[in-house]
């Protein structure tokens, strides 16, 4: 290959578009599926039902190395060019009208000066411009809206026709299972692309991810140290993961993990198995497990060795496969048309509406114009005006983009396209009186219409009710179709989408679910099962066989559910499973563990700002094995109640502990000797057994005090 030594691990993004590096991934994959037979089995993997999965790469691809486009190798930055150029010419014919479709409605134009059509000199790097920065870029030279699109448009249809090609490679050699690829998963256009053409969806998700100083894996690396409880952002587990999925296609966290150093890891763990059952994610791959022996110490992303991720694996799979913890009862579209998918920072104008995944199942929806289908609740996306709600129970909004506000062509609002050409009355701020849609009844609050519908207009139709008057009766802020079960606006900004489309869910099935969701920051599941309060930073799972308390344990005491909890340790997570299918009151085969924090031995950090004006964390030194829980006896502790009576009291702040009861027979483990534990239900014959399997009677009335050196301590 030209220039081999310059293209990096797994040849990123080229491997995607040039013809000899597919042939060469196909000559990959024949070897190592279909070629190779298992000696032991007789089985090629391509018909082995141990290979359930197959992905064609890994966070590849033009949309992830967009800021490297400048910067390509040769001769592969001129191959894609010239595939560029002539995408342009089956579009645009010529330079003329190619500059035509780039001038916006100020007469800006972003062909560039010496680029053309019929030259082949249209640049690739047109999309320099930071993502949400279009606003101030519009019009600019490279920068413009129609240029984006393209751009975005084209890498798709690169990505397509790669994934068309290796899939109808590995399908006419007789691969059955499912098949997918890993690009931009957050990229809108990029997952349309895996989804028009590949199996399932295959999305990453990392909660405090390790920041690298120049891209560099070496210390120092920073990091947020947050909760993801307290992510207000939409960047915690349930919204991203439901950003990556769509309606059609089943969905597979394929590489995820809550990264060390963050002391947080244990409440992540919890979150994950929580809104993975809510959400009916269909995989779960916890990454990673590191197996080399000289590997003794915590690391970003192994499992293998930490309490605090290690320590919940198990439950979490029993969880998960079991689904103790129910699916959503009700499941919110977001629609994208084929323009909205034009719009590669359209997932930033949507995280905050990806947040009600912390109450109903979440998925996108693609379609080309009308969208007509039956989910129990739609909301556009409204990216674009380039759509059609055709049908019920749908919210109807635009985004209050940069290039719609500045967009003074006479085009049809989607509101009016989707059949509300309502009369209107120009775009502006007023004060709106509030009657319980978006917010609360009585409330007088200033919003921005863009435009405004006349509220005379809105009040002549019998069936439409006006969400927020303003003050001098000219205009109501959107409207409610009583007939077709919609809620309309013009535009709302982020946060607005979401207190709409909370309301809309609420009052078609739930009235306890409003937007005060976003005003407490407490968010429950339509299942009832998950609450989420952001402001305690707690999460609390309460289902039939499965009860979680994970956070801030300072205020677990406020927590709900079968299971009470009382804690001097400040962080951490305690679960409780049962194992025989029944609830905590009958119940006999049950887990009951606690975990919380864990630091490797020297581990060094320190406070850092960054770069984003807010606080993170710089590790400036990883530390050695062993690895300590920080546990110290207290006199305090942790009290477990179930079903209203106590079953465990353990003397100790910090550290790690589990019980599992096996009918009559107990079995305890406790991590840091000299901690005092109460077992008020247990048997009272105790036998401790040390690391080398040697056994041990102990007195045991109720009470017992750890022993140094025990592994486990049998109650029987």
Not at 292 to 302: H, I, N, W
Not at 577 to 597: F, H, N, Q, Y
Not at 679 to 686: D, F, Y
């Amino acid at each position: 290959m030209p220039a081999a030594d310059l293209l990096d691990r797994g040849a990123k993004p080229y491997a995607v578009f040039n013809e000899r590096l597919i042939e060469l991934q196909m000559a990959y994959s024949r070897a190592l599926l279909l070629d190779h037979v298992n000696p032991e089995t007789g089985l090629r993997y391509a018909q082995d039902p141990t290979v359930c999965m197959i992905e064609l790469c890994d966070e590849n691809g033009l949309f992830m190395a967009q800021r490297r486009r400048r910067t390509l190798v040769p001769p592969y930055r001129e191959e894609l060019q010239r595939r560029w150029n002539f995408w342009l010419r089956t579009r645009y014919e010529a330079t003329e009208s190619l500059a035509l479709a780039w001038t916006d409605w100020r007469g800006y134009c972003a062909l560039g000066d010496g680029e053309s059509l019929e030259e082949g000199t249209v640049t690739l790097h047109g999309d320099a411009a930071e993502p949400g920065q279009l606003a101030a870029s519009l019009g600019t030279g490279t920068h413009a809206a129609g240029r984006l699109n393209d751009l975005s448009q084209f890498m798709a249809s690169v990505h397509r026709d790669y994934f068309i090609q290796m899939t109808g490679f590995l399908r006419d050699r007789g691969l059955q299972v499912p098949i997918t690829a890993v690009t931009d998963f957050e990229c809108i256009p990029d997952l349309r692309s895996v989804h028009d053409t590949l199996d399932f969806i295959g999305a990453n998700y990392y909660y405090d991810h390790p920041v690298l100083r120049d891209g560099q894996w070496r210390l120092p690396m920073y990091f947020v140290n947050h909760t993801p409880l307290g992510d207000t952002e939409g960047g915690s587990f349930a919204p991203k993961l439901a950003m990556s999925a769509v309606a059609d296609r089943p969905i597979v966290a394929r590489e995820w993990g809550v990264c060390w150093p963050n002391k947080f890891r244990a409440t992540g763990m919890v979150e994950a198995i929580a809104y993975a059952a809510l959400q009916d994610i269909d995989a779960m791959i916890l990454f990673t497990y590191d197996i080399r022996p000289e590997a003794r110490r915590l690391d970003f992303f192994d499992v293998s060795r930490d309490p605090a991720r290690w320590g919940l694996a198990a439950l979490g799979a029993r969880v998960f496969l079991r689904r103790d913890v129910a699916e959503a009862k009700h499941e919110i579209e977001v629609g994208y048309s084929r323009v909205d998918s034009y719009f590669r920072d359209g997932e930033r104008a949507l995280a905050q509406l990806y947040r009600a995944s912390h109450v109903a199942a979440m998925r996108g929806r693609f379609f080309d114009e009308v969208h007509d289908g039956d989910a129990d609740l739609i909301v556009a996306s409204g990216l674009s005006s380039g759509a059609i709600y055709a049908g019920e129970r749908a919210v109807i909004s635009a985004e209050q983009r940069a290039e719609d506000l500045l967009n003074r062509r006479h085009e049809a609002t989607l509101a009016e396209k989707s059949g509300y050409a309502v009369d209107t009355v120009p775009a502006g701020r007023a004060v709106f009186e509030w009657g319980g849609t978006l917010l609360a009844a009585g409330v007088r609050a200033e919003r921005a219409t863009h435009p405004g519908f006349a509220l005379r207009a809105v009040e002549a139709y019998e069936h439409y009710r006006p969400i927020g008057r303003s003050l001098d009766g000219t205009r109501t802020f959107g409207l409610r179709d009583m007939r077709r079960d919609n809620w309309v606006y013009h535009a709302l900004d982020p946060e607005d989408k979401l207190r709409a489309a909370l309301d809309a869910f609420g009052q078609l099935y739930d009235q306890r679910i409003t937007h005060r969701a976003v005003d407490t920051g407490r968010f429950v599941s339509d299942t009832r099962q998950i609450v989420r309060d952001e402001n305690a930073e707690l999460l609390v799972v309460n289902s039939p066989t499965f009860q979680a308390i994970a956070g801030a344990l300072g205020s677990a005491d406020r927590a709900t559910g079968r299971m009470s909890v009382r804690s001097s340790s400040s962080i951490g997570a305690i679960c409780w499973l049962s194992l025989d299918g029944k609830g905590p009151e009958d119940s006999t085969r049950w887990v009951l563990k606690m975990v919380t924090i864990a630091l490797n031995t020297g581990e060094e950090k320190s406070l850092h700002v960054g770069e984003r004006e807010r606080a993170v964390f710089s590790l400036d030194a990883a530390g050695e094995a062993p690895i300590t829980t920080l546990g110290q006896p207290t006199g305090a502790g942790t009290v477990v109640e179930l079903a209203g009576r106590q079953v465990a009291s353990v003397g100790m702040v910090n550290g790690s502990w589990e019980i599992v009861r096996d009918g009559a027979a107990w079995y305890v483990y406790c991590d840091t000797p000299g901690v005092a534990m109460t077992l008020p239900e247990a048997p009272r014959r105790a036998t401790a057994y040390g690391a080398d399997g040697e056994t041990a009677p102990m007195d045991f009335d109720g009470a017992l005090t750890w022993p140094a050196g025990a592994r486990m301590v049998a109650l029987h």
